[in-house]
């Protein structure tokens, strides 16, 4: 393999087609041999080498043509990072114009004109982020929660921690209410010498590398460090990760706001919305506001029993790099002051830690097993994510009064509507479309969360058992909440305040019946 000496520009593509869009088409390959080499029409297929750890070193890219002329993929589909063997998916591409714009110089450049193809790009551009050398510190990351789903992200967050020791510090520390457990005779942990003896459940965790309570059954990477002390665990870590029941947020932030690395940034995890009668605040920007940190979201079509076994999923991450975070080639600062309206001053990262970027959150989630897509669109994910809990209740209702497929597929065909209109309304301006429709946070976590979810199992058991929902979450969830009720009570709270329950039928109508006040076989009426 022959390295080329590319030019800037066509590092920067070669990175877009590789590690972002990860297109597998001939025409992609003919483009970019066309900007790095100055090739005419008759043009060979490229492969690439597989990606470099260091975020130094990812840009130095090497091209080989193929001899063997194989069949190649779909260009509407892309491969699962880092896995050759791994299944590929069908994605949202649409054809390109004559032009492809470079994400670094944002430079228009032109096909060749016997090159009649269109090729397929990502709908969701970010800055590139340029080469930095002799990063002298690692991020450290935390993941705050450790529930059924905060553990299931710890685990494969930690996995990667692993993988790339240039870029992160191998242990990961995940905070743990801590909690008394009792290990049954016929567990595997079972110790004589103990017995039926209640033990912490950080104890447990970290000498068995299981969470029994909250993921029964599935080993845990040994990096993975259970902490029972929130500010012990935040503590000089530059990556926060969000992850437990909405309500609980205001107290956590609380704990941790004298506590953080000022120049620490977040994911959050958790699908809500902290909301009061006259304000609805996204949970990330809660987070922003309340810490003086930045604070992206994470949200798909993701269940986490089959996350954490490792069966294939994907998601989306919104993540709008600060200004003051953006780095020029020579990884100097581009900006300093406000940026990403918040009211305060955001503290830089510090150069001697490798950016944080689309590229090094995409690095720190996926596995072969979870396709991690980035998008800027931090308000279409974060509500996309919440308030699908509120269609997905409205459909386990549905079902559980025997109504069949197509009453669910009216709620949910109603309730996504009523979801882009909250966006619209009162968040004006704010939100990409494409978003709802395209994404793994939009219309896939809307048909899993109302088929298979949790919201969706619990609400159909309470129809069918005639018990309220909030009997069957104590039954069923072993001390675990549904983000489903609370939201619903908080969204439908504020449209009261604001005059607006008449454009809301399907939002007003589950709080009704979660609070007895109608019964499930009204439903049909809202359609009227």
Known sequence: MTPLNCSRLGQSLLHQARYRSRILSPDAAAVFRCLVQGQGPKLVPLSFSSPPTHPALRRRFYVQSSAATSKPASPFHRQLPRSPQAAIRADVLEPASSLWFSRSSRVAVALPPNNKQHLPVRRYFQSAKMTVNNFTKKHKVTVIGSGNWGTTVAKLVAENCAEHPDTFEKDVQMWVYEENVTLPKDSKHFDASIGEQPQKLTHIVNTYHENVKYLPGIPLPHNLIANPSLVDAVKDSSIL???????????????????????????????????????????????????????????????????????????????????????????????????????????????????????????????????????????????????????????????????????????????????????NEFFPGQIEPRTFWEESAGWGDMIVSCTSARNWRCSKLAVERNLPIEEVEKTELNGQKLQGISTTREVSSFLRAKGAEERYPVFMAVERIINQEIKVEEIPKLFK
């Open 241 to 423: 990760i969000f992850n437990l029941p909405h309500e609980f947020i205001g107290n956590i932030c609380r704990q941790i706001k004298d506590h953080i690395a000022p120049y620490a940034r977040g994911i959050s995890c958790i699908k809500g919305v902290s909301v009061t009668d006259d304000k609805i605040e996204l949970i990330c920007n809660y987070v922003s506001e309340a810490l003086n940190i930045y604070c992206g979201a994470l949200s798909g079509a993701n269940i986490a029993s089959e996350i954490a076994n490792e069966q294939w999923c994907e998601t989306t991450i919104a993540y709008n790099t600060p200004e003051v975070d953006r780095r020029d080639e020579n990884g100097k600062p581009v900006a300093n002051g406000e940026s990403n309206g918040q009211a305060k001053q955001l503290t830089p990262l510090p150069l001697d830690y490798p950016p944080l970027d689309h590229d090094e959150w995409s690095l720190l989630f996926s596995r072969p097993y979870f396709t991690v897509s980035m998008v800027s669109d931090i308000v279409g994910v974060s509500l996309a994510g919440a308030l699908k809990n509120i269609v997905a209740i409205a459909c386990g209702y549905v079902e559980g009064h025997g109504w069949n497929m197509t009453a669910k597929t009216a709620v949910m065909r109603r309730g996504m509507q009523e979801i882009i209109r909250f966006a």
